[in-house]
């Protein structure tokens, strides 16, 4: 156990919906990742938060937005469903700092399928 | 980040020692070697990092090349638990609070 929860575990929605996936990060851990992992594009980073700002952007669509609140857990929103989203959402934490050795604690994550 | 190259897939035969090989020919240097792993319908875990030395934990054992354009993770006695997506990948310094850039890495099946 990671110590990062990530709720629902499954979600099946369909096209053109909007779904919010919810992150509870390590106790104390500041900084929240969220990847995706689709079959074809294989684990990508998509955004970060540290301490309820925005840190870093990946390959994050504008159809998807998060944001993390104060007490420190992450919802990642996305809209406008589309097949494609079909994927494993993970979250992410890790500690405060910026030493070279902070590994990242990962959720079990949230298997979205769009029909 | 600099990019690393590892093999699709790997097969080893439980409790025999596994070598996972990672090449990054254009690592600089000051960049570390970290090692996560993936095993099935889980998030990554991280194993391992290093510099320039070996390392040695629980989980594995990392040996560094000593020009350090290569690596290998080393799992002395794999077991079924083992069987996993192994990933390479290289962090700068200072970038602890940074994203990971995942690869393809390497799966791991082990056979009993």
């Known amino acids: 156990d990671s110590g990062v929860t990530q709720t629902p575990k499954h979600l099946i929605t369909a096209t053109g919906q909007r779904v919010t996936l919810r992150c509870s990060p390590r106790s104390g851990d500041l900084s929240v990742y969220w990847y995706q992992q689709s079959l074809d594009q294989g684990l990508q980073f998509l955004i970060q938060?540290?301490?309820?700002?925005?840190?870093a952007k990946g390959n994050i669509l504008e159809r998807f937005s998060a944001q993390q609140f104060p007490d420190l857990h992450s919802e990642l929103n996305l809209s406008s469903l589309e097949l494609g989203d079909s994927a494993l959402y993970f979250c992410?934490?890790?500690?405060?700092?910026?030493?070279?050795?902070?590994?990242?604690?990962f959720g079990p994550g949230t298997r979205l399928t769009v029909l | 980040d600099a990019k690393t190259t590892q093999p699709n897939s790997m097969e080893s035969n439980e409790e025999e020692p596994v070598h996972l090989p990672c090449n990054h020919s254009?690592?600089?240097?000051?960049?570390?070697i970290h090692w996560y792993r993936q095993l099935p319908s889980q998030g990554p875990e991280y194993v391992i990092h290093g510099l320039t030395s070996n390392v040695n934990n629980r989980m594995a054992s990392l040996a560094i090349a000593e020009d350090r354009k290569s690596s290998t993770l080393i799992l002395h006695r794999a077991t079924l638990r083992d069987a996993a997506v192994y990933y390479c990948?290289?962090?700068?310094?200072?970038?602890?609070?940074?994203?990971?850039?995942f690869g393809k890495g390497t799966r791991l099946s082990v056979i009993a």
């Open positions: 938060y540290y301490n309820g700002e925005e840190r």
């Open positions: 254009t690592i600089s240097g000051t960049d570390y």
């Open positions: 990948i290289l962090r700068v310094p200072n970038s602890g609070n940074t994203p990971l850039v």
């Open positions: 992410a934490s890790s500690p405060v700092g910026t030493f070279y050795d902070n590994e990242q604690f």
